[in-house]
């Protein structure tokens, strides 16, 4: 058995909760959890998805992505409403106090270049780079 700095699946996990922890005083800040600044970045790719669309965009399921936009209405930063061709279908949409407020996330990128040491391109390739890498272990 390989030590578990040596282990991609560990370097990945250890790496992503580093991400959250510098990230957590900003969104602190902000008064957004990381899964919902992940939920708004989502909407702001788009003007509106369903509940579906944003839990298949972020790989969760429907019933996690649920409360975290319910308390996103809650704070005045989305809307729901229900479809107009399918009621059973709830459609999400940034209010202009969410878009503001993703506006601000900004400083996360800038924060991940200071702590990693590197520049846009750099975190670029190398997020290409893992997402290849989930593509193919996906497809597996």
């Known amino acids: ?10 370097t990945l996990y ?3 909760m580093a991400i959250t922890r510098a990230y957590k005083p900003l969104l602190d800040q902000l008064g957004l959890t990381y899964p919902q600044y992940l ?7 788009t003007d509106s998805l369903t509940i579906g669309g ?3 965009r972020l790989d969760l399921e429907s019933s996690t992505v649920t409360p975290l936009v319910k308390r996103l209405e809650a704070a005045g930063l989305v809307a729901r409403r229900r479809g107009v ?10 209010t202009p106090a969410g878009q503001a407020l993703l506006e601000r996330t900004g400083c996360l990128g800038d924060l991940l270049m200071d702590r990693s040491g590197m520049d846009e391109g750099a975190l670029g390739a190398l997020n290409a780079r893992i997402q290849a890498l989930r593509s193919e272990i996906v497809k597996g």
Do not use: N, Y
Not at 86 to 93: A, C, G, I, L
């Open 14 to 16: 250890a790496t992503s």
């Open 54 to 56: 944003v839990a298949a």
């Open 39 to 45: 939920v708004l970045s989502t909407l702001g790719e």
């Open 1 to 10: 058995m390989r030590p578990l700095d040596q282990q991609i699946c560990f």
């Open 85 to 94: 061709e399918d009621e059973r279908k709830v459609e999400v949409t940034l």
